[in-house]
């Protein structure tokens, strides 16, 4: 490739545009901001939420019931999820499951549910177990321990 052949790119040859340069600039007196009114003040803009003195939509929306601001979290896991990872006698915890990369953080609370066949006696302790998923452990010959 030569120098002859390099393409500029024409938005590198447009000039910024100088505002208040004067009336023979053609951006002069107003600078481009026109007459008066609030948008040619220092700081006259509208924030982004200003619906032109409307009540807001976050206003205008029912509130009623309550929301919890410390609600109890968990990573849910299924016992068929389970039962392709793991091998039988396996003992299951949040911290294995952290380690072997089958769930995004230790930081919530592990609750077991029940979507799945398990075919392999797992002990599995957990946080929390849906009742048909602790049936399926313990008929597969395996242990369902909660965490006080």
Do not use: C
């Amino acid at each position: 490739m030569l120098f002859k052949d390099l393409k500029i790119n024409a938005k590198k040859k447009t000039r910024r545009t100088r505002v208040g340069r004067g009336r023979g600039s053609g951006m002069g007196k107003t600078s481009t901001y026109g007459h008066k009114g609030q948008s040619a003040r220092s700081g006259g803009t509208k924030s982004p939420w200003f619906e032109g003195g409307q009540q807001r939509v976050v206003q205008r929306i029912p509130k009623s019931g309550f929301n919890n601001p410390f609600p109890t979290e968990y990573t849910i896991v299924n016992v068929g999820f389970l039962d392709e990872k793991f091998e039988a006698g396996a003992s299951v915890t949040r911290e294995v499951l952290y380690d072997r990369g089958l769930i995004a953080t230790k930081k919530y609370k592990l609750k077991i549910l029940s979507d799945g066949e398990l075919k392999k006696a797992l002990n599995i302790t957990a946080d929390k177990f849906s009742a048909r998923a602790a049936e399926k452990i313990t008929a597969a010959g395996g242990k369902a321990e909660t965490i006080k």
